[in-house]
C-alpha cells in the first residue's frame, strides 16, 4: 500500500456503504478529498449492476483496490487489494461475516448489517442512499459492517431538504442528508441527486470535505458564513517568577490580566524540542505573543525558560543525561508554583503545548484529572521516532523526487537522531542515561495518551507545516473524540507554518509574523472555556 498517500487518509472515520440498487446500469466517477484547503487523495470508481441482480462495485484509491459485492440488497464480500496482492477479504453468510487478514486467524462477528462500510470508500455512499425510504422520509437506521476493524454498528440516516445549485455551466438538484454513526455521534453531511450519486460530503468536525470532480464550486456554494472572531484586548500585567524543580530553579514570566475577578483560570506554554528560553525568541516571540493574547482575555499565563537556558539553571554537568520525563516534571513544577498563587484559580489551571510541548501537555493531561483544559499546537500523533523520518523524507521530496527506501541520502542531523533512536532501542543500553530521552519517547505513543483525556482540548495546526503534517491533527481529534471527549476543537490554519508564520509571501515582514488568525482562535476557545465557565 502506498503509505504516503493512503495512511493521511486513514484517520477520517467515513461511512462507505453498500446496498441493492443503482439508478443506472454503470456509474464511473472520481470523488477528491480536501483536508482544509489542501486536495489530499482521489478515489476513482466504477459501479456496475449485473444481470443477476449482483452489484460491484471497484474503487481506487492510489494503489489500493477496494471492491464492494451486493446482491439482493445483503452484502456479499468485500476485498482489499494493495499493490495487486490481495490484503483482506470478508465474506457473509447466515448473519456472520468472516474476515481474512494474511496469515491472521479469521474472524468471525455475528451481524444483522445490510450495508459494507470501510474507510476511504466515498463512492459506496451510493448504496447506503439508495436503500432510503424517500416516501417514509426521517431517520432512518442502518446496520454496518466495516471490514478493516471486523466492526458491526448502527448509523443513522435523515433526508433534511433539497435545493437547485447554480454552478458555472449547469444547475444541480440536490438532496441534503444527515448521516450519524450512533454510537460516536460523528455527523456527516451528504449532497446526492435523484440517483443517489454524492456530489459532496463534509465532515465538518474533521474539516474534511469531498467532491464529485467537476463539481468543486460546491465547495464554496455549501460554506458556511466565516466565524467572526474576537480580538479581546483587556489590559494585564507582567511579572518575573522563578520556582525550584529539584536541583533546577526555572524562572519566567507570569503575565495576569487586570480583572475585578479575585482569581483568574491559567495557562501553562510548554515549548517545543530543543532549548528555548520563555518568549520563544527564536521563533519571533511566539510565546511571549500567545502569552499576552492570553492575558487580553483574562486568562494568566506563565511561561518559562528551559532548563539551562535564560534564567533556568542546570548543572552543566549533567545536562546531557536530561530525559523526557525531566522536561516533563518541569511542566508539572509549574502547574504546582501556580496551585500556590492566590491569583489563580485552582480548578482552572491548563497547559499550552507546542510541538514536543504538545505530547507533553497530552502526557500530564492523561495522568493529572486536575488539569482543566490543553491546547495542542503543531503536536505530532506518533511516536517522535516515525516522525523524525517523516519530517526529512517529506521536507526532501518537496525539492526533488526521492528513493523513500534509500536511508543513505538522508541529512546528517536526520541521521543522528535516527541512529540514537536505534542505539536506545538495544537492551545493553537500557541503563544509558544519555539515551533516556529517546527511550522515552520510544515509549510514548500521543494517540493513547490522547485516549485517555477527558479535559476540553483545542488542537491547532498550520497547514502548511513541513514538519508535522496536517494529519496529525486529525489522528488527534480522532484518537479523542473516539474515546468519548465531547469537548474537541480543531483549527488548521490556512499558508501557516509550524511556528504559524505564513508559508508563502514576497514581503521578509510579513512571513515573519505570528498569525493573527491563530492568535484569535486560542483567544475565543479560551474565553468559552475557561473565562465563561469560571465560578463567579
Not at 486 to 496: A, E, H, Y
Request: hydrophobic letters at 40%; one cysteine or more.
Amino acid at each position: 500500500m502506498n503509505k504516503q498517500n493512503i495512511t493521511a487518509l486513514l484517520f477520517i472515520i467515513v461511512f462507505a456503504l453498500s446496498s441493492q440498487t443503482f439508478a443506472q446500469m454503470k456509474d464511473t466517477g472520481t470523488y477528491v478529498v480536501y483536508v482544509g484547503s489542501q486536495a489530499i487523495a482521489e478515489e476513482n470508481y466504477t459501479s456496475e449492476k449485473l444481470a443477476d441482480g449482483t452489484v460491484k462495485t471497484v474503487s481506487k484509491v492510489a494503489t489500493t483496490t477496494f471492491t464492494t459485492t451486493t446482491r439482493r440488497d445483503k452484502p456479499v464480500e468485500f476485498t482489499i487489494e494493495a499493490n495487486g496482492a490481495k490484503a483482506l477479504t470478508t465474506t457473509f453468510v447466515g448473519g456472520e461475516a468472516k474476515t481474512l487478514i494474511g496469515e491472521q486467524p479469521a474472524k468471525i462477528i455475528k451481524t444483522d448489517a445490510t450495508v459494507i462500510t470501510e474507510n476511504n470508500v466515498w463512492s459506496n455512499f451510493i448504496n447506503l442512499l439508495a436503500q432510503y425510504d424517500r416516501k417514509k422520509g426521517g431517520a432512518q437506521t442502518f446496520i454496518a459492517f466495516l471490514p478493516s476493524q471486523s466492526l458491526t454498528f448502527p448509523v443513522s440516516l435523515e433526508k433534511t431538504d433539497a435545493k437547485d445549485f447554480k454552478l458555472k455551466n449547469q444547475t444541480v438538484s440536490l438532496s441534503r442528508y444527515k448521516l450519524v454513526h450512533i454510537q460516536s455521534g460523528l455527523e456527516l453531511v451528504i449532497l446526492a441527486d435523484e440517483s443517489n450519486v454524492p456530489y459532496f460530503i463534509e465532515i465538518a468536525s474533521q474539516q474534511a470535505q469531498i467532491v464529485k470532480k467537476g463539481f468543486e464550486e460546491l465547495r464554496e456554494m455549501t460554506a458556511p458564513p466565516k466565524t467572526k472572531l474576537t480580538n479581546f484586548t483587556g489590559e494585564f500585567t507582567s511579572e518575573e517568577v522563578s520556582f525550584p524543580n529539584g536541583e533546577n530553579t526555572l524562572a519566567g514570566t507570569l503575565t495576569l490580566p487586570k480583572t475585578d475577578k479575585k482569581t483568574s483560570p491559567a495557562i501553562i506554554i510548554i515549548s517545543g524540542s530543543g532549548g528555548q528560553d520563555r518568549d520563544g525568541s527564536q521563533l519571533f516571540n511566539l510565546y511571549k505573543q500567545i502569552a499576552e493574547s492570553f492575558s487580553k482575555t483574562g486568562v494568566a499565563v506563565l511561561r518559562v525558560d528551559d532548563r539551562g537556558i535564560g534564567k533556568s539553571t542546570i548543572d552543566m554537568k549533567k545536562a546531557a543525561e536530561t530525559s523526557y520525563q525531566d522536561l516533563i516534571s518541569d511542566s508539572r513544577a509549574a502547574f504546582d508554583y501556580l496551585m500556590t498563587r492566590k491569583e489563580i484559580e485552582k480548578t482552572k489551571i491548563g497547559f499550552l503545548g507546542h510541538s514536543e510541548g504538545a505530547e507533553t501537555a497530552l502526557t500530564i493531561a492523561s495522568e493529572d484529572k486536575r488539569v482543566a483544559a490543553i491546547v495542542l499546537m503543531a503536536g505530532v500523533s506518533r511516536p517522535v521516532s516515525e516522525a523524525v523520518f517523516e519530517q526529512e523524507i517529506y521536507q526532501r521530496a518537496l525539492r526533488e523526487t526521492v528513493n523513500a527506501s534509500d536511508k543513505t541520502k538522508i541529512m546528517p542531523l536526520a541521521q543522528t537522531l535516527i541512529k540514537q533512536f536505534e542505539t536506545a532501542k538495544l537492551p545493553q543500553n537500557a541503563n544509558d542515561a544519555k539515551l533516556a530521552w529517546f527511550r522515552e519517547h520510544l515509549a510514548s505513543n500521543p494517540l493513547l495518551l490522547a485516549a485517555k483525556v477527558k479535559c476540553p482540548v483545542l488542537i491547532v495546526q498550520g497547514e502548511r507545516d513541513a514538519l508535522v503534517l496536517a494529519y496529525h491533527s486529525i489522528e488527534l481529534a480522532k484518537a479523542l473524540t473516539n474515546n468519548e471527549n465531547k469537548n474537541v476543537s480543531l483549527r488548521i490554519v490556512p499558508n501557516q507554518t509550524h511556528i504559524f508564520t505564513p508559508a508563502v509571501g514576497d514581503n521578509p515582514q510579513e512571513t515573519s509574523k505570528i498569525s493573527e488568525e491563530m492568535l484569535q482562535t486560542l483567544q475565543n476557545w479560551a474565553f468559552e472555556n475557561l473565562i465563561e465557565k469560571q465560578k463567579p
